[in-house]
């Protein structure tokens, strides 16, 4: 498979992400705010809103990289970062 091919499926991967990092971002600014603000919480919140606006520049970034150079595989590996901190915010949810 070429790079393009991977980057249309990663593109696809993160906007299916992009749902769910969105809910779960509100969910945790509303939570900051109900707890009045607490820093700890507070900071959760911003690892949480992070996820959506990641999840929409990677992809931005990956094809603005593959459009300069064509064949190469950054932009490829640009697109599974996004999926990579996802992994991460459910393993810290797991075991917190």
């Given at each position: 498979m070429n790079?393009?091919?991977w980057l249309w499926l990663g593109t696809v991967l993160n906007a299916i992400v992009f749902l769910p990092?969105?809910?779960m971002?509100?969910?945790a600014v509303a939570?900051?705010?109900a707890t009045g603000g607490s820093g700890v919480v507070v900071a959760v919140a911003?690892?949480?809103v992070a996820l959506p606006i990641f999840?929409?520049?990677a992809p931005y970034a990956a094809w603005r990289l593959h459009g300069k150079r064509i064949e190469d595989r950054n932009a490829v590996i640009m697109m599974i970062a996004p999926l990579v901190y996802a992994a991460f915010l459910i393993l810290f949810l797991l075991l917190n």
């Open positions: 790079s393009r091919t990092a969105a809910a971002a509100y969910n939570l900051a705010t911003f690892l949480f999840s929409l520049l």
